[in-house]
């Protein structure tokens, strides 16, 4: 019965065959041809070269760096993002505007500025920073600072994904919770929280995917020790500079297949959630 | 009401169509004014970081003599970045005329890689093919707390040096060779005293940044380290750029000579119809004029009389080459700072 309505659907959206194959053309010249070239080059490593250069302890620390500072940036994000969204949501005030326009700003700063100014900020003697040394703790060239900079990047993600699910929920939802005696943390936990968790899901997928490629605002920040604070796109860049094309392509293409993963993982996840959900 | 919603809607899409083709329009026209220039006399010089300066200088200096000895107007186009960055442009396509990087390696890396340039470069102009010299200098802060004035400071316990990675940075391999060559050069040093002291040297670094403009940030902006160790131009430039009351350059009684390396791409500018141009404007840099604007910019001319004459900003210093100690830049690239190579057996943060 569904899909016969889908294919009805389908059939009525005008123009599909155009609108399709623009899609699929687009999606050729910008995405898959170029992508496929990756994976051409790295070619020219055999199976054997690519596992060991894929398997030294210092490609390792740096995977397990970049993924694993991702998922918690990630993970902050999605926090975060919830509740910068919920306040500009469902708040009015003075400045909410200025707010509004300054999530957006990790997107449209090059990302050395951000590197240069996080660092600036969080190094021993920064505004930030100097606070976090009085108590022994160092912020710019270590791991945390590495996770700093991706949160940094990530957030704008978080939010606006959030944002618009949050606004949508219509109000007669809680209302009605609330007149069946539900506190205001029944009403989150119960009614509004699942309406959003798939949005959540989604803007920390989003948040993740960037974090894990960030290369501008880390190299800054992060110190760029080996086995400590180096991140994949790092060695990516250090192996090119040595003209290394394949070593190099063969670490991205590494770094794409997990994150793909990782996404495809998530958007089931995403799903999963939508699904079980809904009532 | 749905009248006024399509009226505005076909008003929209007029003006987004438009702007379109203005845009195309815009483009149209910059793409084929950029190609008018490139059949009038328009030369493309890739070069690296520090060099923005200078180039900006020498390109209107340049222009003026070649309109009075051809009589053509010749406009120079630089593209700036990372010394291996650019390299790697011109070997994926960028056309360009001219190519005056940080280190002979990325040159040659042209040459083998696309045979735009023939394998003898480096000899088909004095001096190496490098017009101007630079040396490894260390910037202290103010008053010199720490007394450094020679290499063995470097290495004494408690000591903070900046310096960038040598992995990513084409300057940082100057920077790491200087350290090695001095080393080497003591006491009639050998390999393992060298060696001994490069690590010790590297333990004493916090941060490695990925290029020199990172360590020089990381040095002067956040204030981590007792010494940076910089080419003399940039420490140069960031003192006069920062303040002489911050910052002060030492420079080591020995230390290597830096040699930054020009070269045209002959391939290219045969199908530009540019090698004349081309080939007077690496050749003009060697001219009292090329070498005094050099000098300018805090690099040290190769012409005596010139360098005579801008002597009170240059240290006296003794210098060597990567000719003498490490037998050319390919060498010392595979020995030192290949993959698994001692810069890498080294340097192993605790």
Redesign the interface.
């Known amino acids: 019965m569904s899909a016969t309505a889908a294919q009805v659907q389908r059939k009525t959206l005008p123009g599909f065959r155009l609108t399709m194959g623009f899609t699929l053309l687009y999606l050729v010249l910008i995405v898959i041809v170029p992508l496929s070239g990756l994976f051409g080059k790295t070619k020219a490593l055999g199976l054997g070269e690519l596992v060991a250069s894929l398997s030294q302890p210092?490609v390792l620390a740096a995977f397990k760096l970049s993924l694993g500072a991702a998922i918690v940036a990630a993970i902050i994000d999605s926090v975060a993002g919830l509740l910068i969204a919920w306040v500009l949501v469902r708040y009015t005030f003075f400045g909410k505007r200025i707010i509004e326009a300054l999530i957006d700003i990790p997107l449209a700063l090059p990302t050395a500025v951000a590197g240069?100014a996080l660092?600036?900020a969080y190094?021993?003697?920064?505004v930030i920073g100097r606070h976090f040394a009085a108590h022994g703790i160092q912020v710019?060239?270590t791991q945390l600072g590495v996770t700093v900079a991706l949160v940094f990047v990530g957030l704008p993600f978080a939010v606006r994904a959030v944002q618009p699910v949050l606004a949508d929920i219509e109000i007669e939802l809680e209302e009605a919770a609330s007149s069946l005696g539900a506190t205001r943390g029944q009403i989150f936990r119960r009614v509004t929280f699942p309406l959003v968790l798939p949005a959540i899901v989604s803007g920390g997928a989003q948040a993740f995917a960037r974090a894990v490629g960030e290369y501008g605002s880390v190299?800054?920040i992060s110190?760029?020790?080996?086995?400590?604070t180096e991140i994949v796109p790092?060695l990516i860049?250090?192996?090119?500079?040595?003209?290394?094309y394949a070593?190099a392509t063969a670490l991205a293409a590494t770094m794409l297949l997990l994150s793909l993963g990782m996404l495809i993982l998530l958007h089931r996840l995403q799903g999963a959630i939508q699904v079980g959900g809904h009532p | 009401m749905k009248t006024n919603v399509r009226r505005r809607f076909t008003w929209l899409t007029w003006t987004v169509l438009g702007l379109v083709a203005l845009a195309a329009g815009v483009l149209a026209i910059v793409f084929r004014s950029d190609n008018a220039l490139a059949g009038d006399g328009s030369l493309l010089n890739v070069s690296y970081d520090p060099t923005r300066e200078l180039y900006q200088d020498y390109n209107s200096a340049f222009a003026k003599y070649w309109k009075g000895k051809s009589g053509q107007n010749i406009s120079v186009r630089q593209s700036h970045g990372g010394s291996g960055k650019q390299a790697r442009s011109v070997i994926d396509g960028l056309e360009a005329d001219v190519v005056t990087l940080a280190l002979a390696y990325d040159i040659q890396e042209i040459a083998e890689r696309t045979k735009l340039l023939p394998d003898n470069w480096q000899s088909r102009l004095p001096n190496n093919s490098a017009p101007y010299t630079s040396t490894i200098v260390f910037l202290v802060r103010k008053g010199n707390p720490r007394g450094i004035k020679d290499w063995p400071d470097l290495i004494k316990p408690g000591t903070v040096v900046v310096t960038p990675s040598p992995k990513t940075s084409g300057g940082a391999r100057w920077n790491y060779l200087a350290a090695w060559g001095w080393a080497l050069k003591q006491n009639g040093g050998n390999e393992a005293a060298a060696r001994d002291y490069v690590t010790k040297l590297y333990k004493n670094v916090p941060v490695l940044d990925s290029g020199a403009r990172g360590a020089t940030i990381t040095f002067v902006k956040h204030g981590i380290g007792h010494v940076l160790i910089a080419w003399e131009n940039e420490a140069l430039l960031a003192i006069n750029e920062m303040g002489k009351d911050n910052f002060e350059i030492v420079a080591p009684p020995q230390t290597i000579l830096a040699e930054p390396p020009v070269a045209i791409l002959d391939k290219n500018v045969d199908k530009h119809g540019t090698r004349a141009a081309a080939e007077e404007y690496v050749r003009y840099l060697y001219s009292e004029e090329g070498q005094d604007i050099a000098a300018k910019h805090y690099y040290r001319p190769r012409n005596a009389a010139v360098f005579a004459k801008h002597a009170s900003r240059f240290p006296n210093v003794q210098t060597f080459t990567i000719d003498d100690l490490f037998g050319g830049w390919n060498k010392a690239q595979k020995t030192h700072f290949a993959d698994g190579a001692i810069f890498d057996q080294i340097y192993q943060p605790k």
Do not use: H
């Open positions: 210092r240069i660092t600036t190094s021993e003697n920064g710019a060239f190299v800054f110190g760029n020790m080996p086995m400590k790092l860049v250090t192996k090119l500079e040595q003209y290394d070593g």
